[in-house]
């Protein structure tokens, strides 16, 4: 980059949804019962604007098609009608064993949601870097479990 060139950062997100059951085995209230969400996923990307006067991606950061068809292909479809559930929540992990061809999802932790956002990112970053290179990264990941709770994780935070 030399020094006469301006560099922008733009953010664009896309937003996808999903259905998934999950529990919380050592809650104290109602999530530790057998229960589904409406996943909302929204994945913000940021870079720079592209000047590809005449191309098909001149003046964005990224299509927005691209977005959705690599966090489909990659955490989306994956999750979307299964079950997640913790590896150590063995009575419900053993219990899904025993039914046929069922969707599930083992997670090294407790689907939180802020679990559940920080995996999200943490699989779906080195996708959009193989893909694109440092010309765009993956900003945040906000998953939402409820129209009202969600959680936003943005990669760990180094001291300096
Ligand atoms: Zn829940």
Redesign the pocket.
């Known amino acids: 980059m030399n020094a006469s060139t301006s560099v922008s950062n733009t953010s664009i997100t896309r937003r996808l949804e999903f259905d998934a059951g ?1 529990r ?1 085995p050592n809650h104290d209230g109602q ?1 530790k019962h057998l ?1 589904g ?1 409406r996943y909302a996923i929204e994945i913000t990307l940021s870079g720079e604007i592209l000047t590809h006067p005449g191309k098909a991606d001149d003046g964005m950061v990224l299509d927005f098609g691209d977005i959705k068809r690599l966090a489909s292909k990659n955490l989306v479809d994956i999750w979307d009608h299964a079950f997640l559930v913790a590896e150590n929540d063995l009575v419900v992990v053993n219990f899904l064993k025993t039914i046929p061809d069922h969707k599930t999802v083992l997670l090294d932790r407790v689907p939180t949601v802020e679990n559940l956002a920080y995996l999200a990112f943490t699989i779906l970053k080195p996708i959009f870097s193989d893909a694109f290179g440092d010309r765009l990264y993956l900003s945040l990941i906000r998953l939402y ?1 409820t129209p009202n709770c969600w959680a936003d994780y943005s990669g760990a935070v180094f001291n300096s």
């Open positions: 999950h919380i999530c229960h969400h479990e």
